[in-house]
């Protein structure tokens, strides 16, 4: 089946390390997204990608670093430098890409992530 | 300057009509509409796209007026189930960024 898969699910890692979250899909979508979630608040936009090997910072990119080597594969890394990084993280794609219009967005189901 | 603006929260009961209208005062001729639908610790799920007048599907309408600086989304006969953050984009980055508001939590009871 085509879809979007994030992985682990739950994550726990000790506060100074830095943590990779996977992002694949095999939906042939050029256009991913990473974005975090905070208890009874919005997605606020992190790091989006629209073509391999390029990507943008969103709007809360500090401490974060991402890579887009392959199509599929969007990995998103919280690294130490991020103050607060316990969230919910979701990874998106869509078909758009540059100069394309906006459309459908498909989402994971979503990476908890817990720093102790 | 926010991109999209919904209320924050709407009581509804089962059977009842709910609309949620959304502003965005600042969208740009290339830009659709989109409404996603989301439940407590899952990623957002699509629920209706459009650019302008009605669009309609088996979940939900858009209405979207003519000047395109808002939009309301239609939920007929809500149920239970229909509890959920709603969300109202546009995409203003001119490069599909795909920026979500605070989105509408809707309560539906019985």
């Known amino acids: 089946d085509g879809g979007i898969t994030q992985s682990p699910k739950y994550l726990f890692r000790k506060e100074g390390q830095n943590v990779t979250l996977s992002c694949e899909q095999n939906l042939n979508h050029d256009a991913m997204y990473w974005y975090r979630q905070d208890p009874g608040q919005g997605l606020r936009l992190i790091y989006y990608s629209q073509i391999v090997n390029d990507f943008q910072k969103g709007d809360i990119a500090e401490g974060y670093s991402v890579s887009r080597e392959k199509k599929e594969s969007f990995p998103l890394t919280v690294t130490s430098a991020q103050k607060n990084p316990t969230a919910f993280y979701l990874c998106?794609?869509?078909?758009?890409?540059?100069?394309?219009?906006?459309?459908?967005?498909?989402f994971g189901q979503g990476t908890r992530l817990t720093v102790v | 300057l926010a991109k999209t603006t919904q209320p924050i929260s709407m009581d509804s009961y089962e059977g009842q009509e709910v609309n949620i209208t959304c502003s965005h005062n600042n969208i740009a001729t290339n830009d659709y509409i989109t409404w996603y639908q989301q439940f407590p610790s899952q990623g957002p799920r699509f629920i209706i796209q459009?650019?302008?007048t009605k669009v309609t599907n088996e979940v939900a309408s858009l209405f979207i007026p003519a000047d395109r600086k808002s939009s309301t989304l239609s939920l007929p006969r809500v149920s239970l189930s229909d509890t959920a953050v709603y969300y109202c984009l546009v995409d203003t980055g001119g490069g599909n960024k795909l920026t979500f508001g605070t989105g509408t939590q809707l309560k539906v009871e019985l």
């Open positions: 459009g650019y302008k």
């Open positions: 998106a794609s869509s078909g758009a890409g540059q100069g394309i219009m906006n459309t459908e967005a498909f």
